[in-house]
Nanobody, 124 residues
């Protein structure tokens, strides 16, 4: 499975961005999809995931209520709608696959595949 994130950019605090994730590979739809981010000098942070059938969704407290994940298995894509962005959201964002979507897998960073990330900068 190969993954490519896109849609990052520079946005002012309080603004919105929508990230996209394109997945390729015959087994892509068998996996949960998650997003993690990494800011300079900080540890990687898993922030959200959605199960392969959309039956389970997890949000880290840092993004809950502001970010929304979705996926379209027919198109092998996933999206992350990010609203009310804050300077502390500044990071490189990666989409990734997981075996299962739940808080533990995200917190432990149990990712199987991930690709190049996309930079999100929140600044006035």
């Amino acid at each position: 499975v190969q993954l490519q994130a896109s849609g990052g950019g520079l946005v002012q605090p309080g603004g919105s961005l929508r990230l996209s994730c394109a997945a390729s590979g015959s087994t892509a739809n068998n996996y949960a999809i998650g997003w993690f981010r990494q800011a300079p000098g900080k540890e990687r942070e898993g922030i959200v995931c959605i199960s392969h059938n959309e039956g389970s969704i997890y949000y880290a407290n840092s993004v809950k209520g502001r970010f929304t994940i979705s996926r379209d298995n027919a198109k092998n894509t996933a999206s992350l709608q990010m609203n009310n962005l804050k300077p502390e959201d500044t990071a490189v964002y990666h989409c990734a696959t997981l075996e299962v979507c739940y808080s533990g897998s995200v917190r432990r960073g149990e990712y199987k595949h991930w690709g190049q990330g996309t930079q999100v900068t929140v600044s006035s």
